[in-house]
């Protein structure tokens, strides 16, 4: 059965720190996967999305870009972390066609 | 692009109340409407899908929705609430037949009281 891992499950960085999260899919080949932000009272926001290796999109500007170096990897970054970076991540994969979505567990982020 | 939007932020009910979350979506084409379900302290859980055939789709906890496609909505609805359905739900939308990205509402906060 195919699984999604995500981690850390919390992390709480200073200002102007790099950060690097990670996501894996097992289970599956050729996955689309997905990077989300959940804040209280905005839903989740799409920050970016691959449906392949080294193809990214990218939602919405921001400080943070994603990478896709494996099949079945989906890492989120940043250079120099804000404040305004603080927020619940999850990342999540569905097959080409889009009919169901798996999300990983989440990451608290907490710039400081 | 799609869009989503749930009106309700916030709907507080008591026990054995009816439930209806209202859900309206923004697209000309074909589209595939989902609701999650959010347990405090919990992943996004699945309740029901809906990609064509029956607009009345069941799911999972009694949980049921209803696609009505002159209106561009996907309400939720459950006759009977518990105390365990308190959570946050999200109505969402892709483009049916692509490899698309999945956009959400955002979210219902349902509190149920006893």
């Known amino acids: 059965s195919q699984t999604i891992h995500q981690w850390p499950a919390t992390l709480v960085q200073p200002v102007g720190s790099p950060l690097s999260l990670e996501c894996t899919v097992e289970g599956t080949s050729n996955p689309n996967l997905y990077w989300y932000r959940q804040a209280a009272g905005r839903g989740l926001q799409l920050l970016f999305y691959s449906v392949g290796i080294g193809q990214i999109s990218s939602e919405v500007p921001q400080n943070l870009s994603a990478s896709r170096p494996q099949d079945r990897q989906f890492i989120l970054s940043s250079k120099k972390l804000l404040l305004s970076d603080s927020g619940f991540y999850l990342c999540?994969?569905?097959?080409?066609?889009?009919?169901?979505?798996?999300f990983g567990s989440g990451t608290r982020l907490t710039v400081v | 692009a799609q869009s989503v939007s749930q009106h309700n932020h916030h709907v507080i009910l008591s026990e054995a109340a009816s439930l209806e979350l209202g859900c309206n979506y923004s697209y000309g084409g074909t589209v595939n409407l989902f609701w999650y379900v959010q347990y405090p302290g919990q992943h996004l859980q699945l309740l029901l899908k809906y990609f064509s055939g029956d607009p009345l789709v069941k799911g999972i906890k009694g949980f049921e929705a209803e696609f009505i496609k002159s209106k561009f909505s996907f309400n939720l609805r459950k006759p009977s609430v518990q105390w365990s359905d308190t959570a946050e739900y999200f109505c969402a939308v892709n483009v049916a037949g692509t490899a698309s990205k999945l956009t959400f509402g955002t979210g219902t906060r349902l509190q149920v009281t006893l």
């Open positions: 999540a994969w569905s097959e080409f066609a889009g009919t169901g979505y798996t």
